[in-house]
T-cell receptor, first 111, second 111 residues
Framework: DSGVTQTPKHLITATGQRVTLRCSPRSGDLSVYWYQQSLDQGLQFLIQ???????AKGNILERFSAQQFPDLHSELNLSSLELGDSALYFC??????????FGEGSRLTVL | QKEVEQDPGPLSVPEGAIVSLNCTYS??????FMWYRQYSRKGPELLMYTYSSGNKEDGRFTAQVDKSSKYISLFIRDSQPSDSATYLC???????????FGSGTKLNVKP
């Protein structure tokens, strides 16, 4: 158990809909990272937050947004969903040492 | 050119074999290097974490970093069927902003 909690574990929705994925980092970790992993693909970096502020952005679509709250949990919002958004979405957290600890992921299926 | 290149495999070996997994990278600013193991549909699990060049050993696992060649390796000794998974390399510079991942090598250890 990495200590990073992600909900929901599975989510099935329709095209055009909006979903929110939630992540609770390990106790004491200030940084939260979001990654997308499509079938048989590597991890694609989406966005990083550090102590509530956006720190880095990757190939995140404009339809996607994220935030980190004062209690350090983070949410990833995906809107106007398309079939191609079906993927595993991982959250990871770290202290300043650079070791990333991943949650078990949220599996999104868009029908 | 991708920041990190990793042979996707699959790599199939008999139980007890020594496994060598490799990644190359292009960004000389990378200082922190990690190896993750990912079982099917699970979150990546941190295996090894190294800073700069050199070797690090942990049980049956040895990580090597050659910054002059921009080449990192993970060796698994006495491989076991339970080692069957996808292995991802990851790296970053000093900012811990993004963590660049390889696409993963799928390993199958046959009993």
């Amino acid at each position: 158990d990495s200590g990073v909690t992600q909900t929901p574990k599975h989510l099935i929705t329709a095209t055009g809909q909006r979903v929110t994925l939630r992540c609770s980092p390990r106790s004491g970790d200030l940084s939260v990272y979001w990654y997308q992993q499509s079938l048989d693909q590597g991890l694609q970096f989406l966005i990083q937050y550090y102590n509530g502020e956006e720190r880095a952005k990757g190939n995140i679509l404009e339809r996607f947004s994220a935030q980190q709250f004062p209690d350090l949990h983070s949410e990833l919002n995906l809107s106007s969903l398309e079939l191609g958004d079906s993927a595993l979405y991982f959250c990871a957290s770290s202290v300043a040492t650079g070791e990333l600890f991943f949650g078990e992921g949220s599996r999104l299926t868009v029908l | 050119q991708k920041e990190v290149e990793q042979d996707p495999g699959p790599l199939s070996v008999p139980e007890g074999a020594i496994v060598s997994l490799n990644c190359t990278y292009s960004n000389s600013a990378f200082q922190y290097f990690m190896w993750y193991r990912q079982y099917s549909r699970k979150g990546p699990e941190l295996l090894m974490y190294t800073y700069s060049s050199g070797n690090k050993e942990d049980g049956r696992f040895t990580a090597q970093v050659d910054k002059s060649s921009k080449y990192i390796s993970l060796f698994i000794r006495d491989s076991q069927p339970s080692d069957s998974a996808t292995y991802l390399c990851a790296m970053d510079g000093y900012n811990f902003n993004k963590f660049y991942f390889g696409s993963g090598t799928k390993l199958n250890v046959k009993p």
